[in-house]
């Protein structure tokens, strides 16, 4: 038995941000059915197609273990068929514009009346205050998180991170809501509006930031390459290249091949515990009782210099070699590892971090299963619906809608070219 076994989730998101959030909870064990607009379905099964008439990897990754019903939730009877989901389902998700499911005519007192257990649960750009209205993208959240701001060099412009923290982050965020809610339906009975902010979100994940915005306030940031290279702060959390969030120096050097592999670099931090471990490492081993060396702090102005002679040793390595020669000193290090190594790393698919799925239309394709293991709910990872796959299936199994009733939700258009099996 799976953990979420016999909850039944009416996924009503689309493009990334709700659908991790669903997919998750799907791979946990509930029903998850996945509401599209007849004929269309989610913009994203037909973005950045790789393969003629088949759903994109950005949907087919985003939505796999659900179920797909297409149904006009602006006709009448599409109202009524929607109304019965509500009835039947534990979870309603959806990441609309704002106001989007008010003006269908679902708004939370009317869910409420119809369903008093249903947890509602939605994704927005901004909580209330000026910006509620605001339709937002990814990276508008990790502009308007703090994320953007921190991030790059100094002397470069603000960048957005290959991370998808607004997105998929906020999708997180909304899952825990979601669980605690169940959890607290348990005990309360009743159900409750969750909602998640994609600004929340990033801020959240970006929280270290705002930290050291406020250490600012007292004197500059020590720890920051900055403060060494004697570059004054400003009145904000500057970006802080690769410095380590945690106060600990570290840099990206460089290792043996980076002048033909764009990622052929490791990650280092010279952790004070193992100060005198990497000074023999890079054959140094004099800095370890030196005057300016010995003590991190006497080394904060230092550090280009350190970095430099570390870098020296590391391009006579390899990226995996620097891991091999200090993990087992406890050095802290990281190899970069692109996509490529990353889709090839047969680890990960013995974990089934990575999946390999078959789809009908586009042939097998490589996933990253679920990242959260549980050791008595087991995740096995289905392909993604094509459009309206389960339309007469949800209506028939869920919905108890049969013969006649069956044939006059059909015929009203509400839920797509459905072709229904003569009794
Ligand atoms: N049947 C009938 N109509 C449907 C429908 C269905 N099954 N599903 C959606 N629609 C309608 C909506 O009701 C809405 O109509 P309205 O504008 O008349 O109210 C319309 O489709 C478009 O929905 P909307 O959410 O506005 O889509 P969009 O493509 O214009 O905007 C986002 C996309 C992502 C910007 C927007 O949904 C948003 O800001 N969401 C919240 C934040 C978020 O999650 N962003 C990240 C996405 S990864």
Not at 90 to 115: C, H, K, T, Y
Request: glycine fraction near 10%; hydrophobic fraction near 35%; include cysteine.
């Amino acid at each position: 038995m799976k953990a979420l076994e016999g909850v039944k989730i009416l996924d009503f998101t689309h493009v990334q941000s709700g659908p991790t959030c669903t997919q998750l909870l799907a791979w946990f064990g509930a029903d998850v059915l996945k509401v599209e607009r007849p004929g269309v379905g989610d913009a994203t099964r037909k973005q950045l197609v790789d393969v003629p008439g088949a759903d994109s990897l950005y949907f087919t990754m985003l939505n796999h273990n659900k179920r797909s019903i297409e149904l006009n939730s602006k006709n009448e009877v599409g109202k009524e068929v929607l109304t019965r989901l509500i009835e039947e389902c534990d979870v309603m998700v959806e990441n609309f514009a704002p106001g989007a499911l008010d003006r269908m005519g679902f708004s939370w007192e009317r869910i409420q009346e119809i369903n008093p257990k249903m947890i509602l649960a939605s994704i927005k750009g901004f909580g209330p205050g000026k910006y509620q209205d605001c339709k937002v993208y990814e990276n508008v959240a990790q502009c308007a998180g703090g994320s953007a701001s921190t991030t790059g060099f100094l002397d470069g412009p603000p960048l957005v991170t290959g991370a998808q923290i607004g997105d998929s982050g906020t999708g997180l965020h909304l899952a825990l809501g979601i669980v605690t809610a169940l959890f607290h339906r348990e005990k309360s009975g009743r159900g409750q509006k969750v909602t998640a902010a994609m600004q929340d979100g990033v801020l959240n994940l970006t929280r270290v930031k705002l930290r050291d915005q406020q250490r600012l306030e007292k004197g500059p940031l020590e720890e920051y390459s900055q403060f060494g290279e004697g570059i004054p702060f400003g009145e904000a959390t500057p970006r802080a290249g690769n410095d380590s969030g945690g106060g600990q120096p570290g840099r990206i050097l460089k290792c043996k091949g980076w002048e033909d592999d764009p990622n052929a670099y490791t990650y280092f931090i010279t952790q004070a515990a193992v100060w005198e471990k990497v000074c023999d490492v890079i054959g140094e081993p004099e800095w370890k009782t030196k005057d300016g060396y010995a003590k991190p702090k006497d080394r904060l102005d230092k550090l280009n210099e350190i970095f430099a002679r570390i870098e020296e040793w590391t391009m006579t390595k390899t990226k995996f070699e620097v891991m091999d020669i200090c993990n087992p000193l406890d050095i802290p290090v990281g190899p970069i590892l692109s996509m490529k190594e990353i889709a090839e790393d047969e680890g990960l698919y013995a974990t089934g971090t990575l999946v390999k799925v078959p789809h009908p239309e586009r042939g097998e394709y490589i996933s990253v299963g679920c990242p959260i293991k549980l050791s008595d709910s087991s995740v096995e990872v289905e392909r993604s619906p094509l459009l309206g796959e389960h339309t007469t299936e949800i209506l028939q199994q869920v919905l108890g809608y049969d013969g006649e009733n069956l044939a006059r939700v059909v015929e009203s258009g509400a839920v797509g070219d459905v072709k229904v099996a003569a009794e």
